[in-house]
């Protein structure tokens, strides 16, 4: 791990007031990001910009922004994490980092190219043993369909038409979703909490994020919205 290069660039985000939290701060040190951009592109790792993840279409997003979502999503040791939008693994390894060796992250990645990636990054660094990764649909949540409380965080890292229903529902009592909402080009990030049977939303920033695609999301072009499950 460039120690100098990642610490440069975590005092930076400290400075602007988007690291505020000790755990995250350690957490962003203490995982390597070269580990986690593709192949020819480490000597950028600890730039605040996103990259491109070969020619799939995803990239692993800015620190600034994972950093952003990570604040905000308030991680515990100890939680169930499913995160919708593996692409490199690297926002899995801090999950993984700020939910501890009692904790559990799942995460679920459409693409079968970046779900081998990713669990060979993970590997790489020491974090499978706490991150599963999934090949699957996860506008439908994990398991797919299954409408019960599972998880005490949900993180999307991609934008959504509307709230998905499954990964909604599978917010535990207490917990907290993040997502992107609004079309692609420009969406904002969106928390919603669980109290009981009853669930609050606010908007907290603009962003940009890729589509996410599937079945409660947007079609493969990225445009269409389906008209899927999300209705209650």
């Known amino acids: 791990m460039n120690v100098d290069e990642a610490s440069s660039l975590v005092d930076s985000l400290k400075r602007q007031g988007i690291v505020r939290s000790r755990r995250v701060e350690e957490a962003m040190l203490r995982v390597p990001r070269e580990l986690f951009v593709w192949p020819g592109t480490e000597h950028r790792a600890y730039e605040d910009i996103p990259l491109p993840l070969d020619d799939t279409g995803q990239t692993i997003s800015a620190p600034h922004m994972v950093a952003i979502m990570l604040e905000a999503l308030d991680v515990k040791p100890g939680n169930q994490v499913l995160e919708i939008g593996t692409g490199s693994g690297y926002n899995a390894a801090l999950l993984a980092e700020l939910v501890g060796r009692d904790g559990k992250v799942v995460s679920v990645e459409r693409l079968p190219e970046l779900v081998e990636f990713a669990r060979s990054n993970l590997k790489r660094a020491g974090y499978l043993d706490r ?66 049977n009853s669930y609050s939303s606010e908007e907290l920033l603009g962003c940009v994020f890729v589509p996410l695609v599937g079945e409660d999301g947007y079609g493969p072009g990225g445009l269409d919205i389906i008209r899927g499950p999300s209705k209650r």
């Not at 599963?132 to 890292?157: A, C, H, K, M, N």
């Not at 079309?183 to 009981?196: A, K, M, W």
């Open 131 to 196: 991150v599963e990764v999934v090949l699957g649909d996860g506008s439908l949540g994990y398991p797919p369909r299954y409408e019960g409380p599972l998880y005490d965080r949900v993180t999307i890292t991609a934008s959504a038409p509307r709230l998905p229903r499954y990964p909604v529902a599978q917010l535990r009592d207490g917990g907290i979703l993040l997502v992107p909402l609004g079309p692609p080009g420009y969406q904002v990030l969106t928390r919603v909490r669980r109290r009981g």
